[in-house]
């Protein structure tokens, strides 16, 4: 049964000529002031949230987007902000990139933000999908299996720092302490100070390739599962969720259809489904000009990634439409009762499944985004037994 509600904002400024005829992505340029606003933009839909009864807001690591795009370099810094502007919304990491971090500064900096907010920042791990993030910060991305080995033993790392009195680490990339003299004596374990208070940590991964090894490394940590939104195509869910259980079923583990994942979609609310898709296509449009040259697109051709970069030809051209992503199912758009309809057969089909992300795609403006987050919470949430929602207005 669908409880929880959230969103996740990755932390695009308001972008201008939106659209496969707008601006080609690696074109767009802002000025610094223009590009900050990003943080103001997220405390505004943070505080919405939190009076409209959202579970969680999730944000992202991003670093050196001149383009817009993803704005927010330090999530958890942020995560700890919003904390003291909100009251009751939780803060997710969605998510810190491992490989960009020491990972014992990882788990300090997350144990602080779990005492300074008193629970309310949610932990999230990603290993990155941007070259010139990764790489820039000296960690292999263009290397996928050199990638995911240096992701799996920080995250070793950072589980023996948060359940651990004391630790030690040998491993390939990391010798957690050196064997070093201090105080009189040779180091041989360390003490994660502080430890989060909150044990085990609630920890939340993206599936985005859906591969035996990374759902079975999650499986074994107890990390749970996002599914779908940003570049992820909605049609391959099921199978990831089969997947997940089977997963789990081989640590001897029994989980139900749907349990421990979020399900994540970009929505639009209209009075229809056509109005909807007039509104929100080009904001589709330019999340796949975004995530296509980024190889994140299975479908994509080649050729098609090409042509987007050609705002003359792209808008004619056969390139994938929101109509496609409604379809398949990775967005939601429409009436409220039809967004309804969506989420309720999806109850029906995992019934372990408590939490969906609504979230809204690249270049919706900051007015945009505030009206679409009050209308869903007002006209969609309430259709959903046990989701906290707000409570009316009382008559003066």
């Known amino acids: 049964m669908i409880t929880k509600f959230d969103s996740l904002y990755a932390g695009h400024v308001d972008l201008t000529n939106v659209g496969y005829g707008g601006t080609p992505i690696n074109d767009r340029r802002y000025d610094n002031a223009h590009l900050a606003t990003a943080l103001s933009k997220a405390q505004a839909m943070a505080k919405l949230m939190d009076h409209a009864g959202y579970n969680a807001f999730w944000m992202a690591e991003h670093h050196f987007q001149r383009e817009g795009t993803e704005c927010i ?19 997710g990491c969605g998510f810190n990139i491992a490989p960009m971090w020491h990972p014992l500064r990882l788990a300090e900096d997350y144990a602080m933000a779990d005492i300074l907010s008193q629970g309310r920042v949610v932990f999230g791990l990603g290993r990155g999908y941007h070259t010139r993030e990764v790489e820039t910060f000296g960690s292999p991305l263009m290397d996928q299996d050199a990638n995911r080995e240096l992701f799996e033993e920080q995250v070793d790392i950072i589980f ?164 496609d992503a409604i379809n398949a199912g990775g967005v939601l758009c429409g009436s409220p009762a039809q967004i309804i309809d969506h989420l309720k057969a999806l109850e029906a089909k995992y019934p372990a499944l408590d939490r969906v992300s609504v979230s809204l795609s690249v270049g919706v403006p900051e007015s945009e985004a505030l009206e679409q987050l009050e209308r869903f919470a007002t006209e969609v949430m309430p259709a959903f037994k046990g989701a906290k929602v707000r409570e009316p207005a009382l008559a003066k």
């Open 73 to 91: 370099p330090n999530v958890l810094m942020m995560a700890l902000h919003l904390t003291h502007v909100t009251q009751n919304l939780k803060i």
């Open 160 to 323: 023996k720092a948060f359940n651990e009195e004391q630790f030690s680490h040998h491993g390939k990339h990391y010798t957690l302490p050196p064997e070093v003299p201090y105080r009189g004596y040779t180091l041989k374990e360390l003490t994660l100070v502080p430890r989060p208070l909150r044990l085990p940590v609630e920890t939340w991964q993206p599936i985005q390739g859906g591969t035996a090894r990374g759902l079975e490394f999650m499986a074994k940590h107890g990390i749970q599962g996002m599914v779908g939104g940003g570049s992820a195509e909605g049609g391959a869910m099921h199978k990831v969720v089969l997947a997940w259980q089977e997963a789990h079923a081989k640590l001897g583990k029994h989980i139900e259809l749907g349990e421990r994942l979020c399900f994540g979609f970009h929505f639009y609310l209209a009075d229809s489904r056509e109005a909807g898709i007039r509104k929100a296509g080009k904001y589709y449009e330019e999340n796949m000009k975004m995530f296509g040259e980024l190889r994140l697109v299975r479908a994509l051709s080649d050729e098609q990634i090409e042509i987007m970069r050609d705002p003359a030809r792209a808008p004619g051209a056969k390139l994938p439409r929101i109509e």
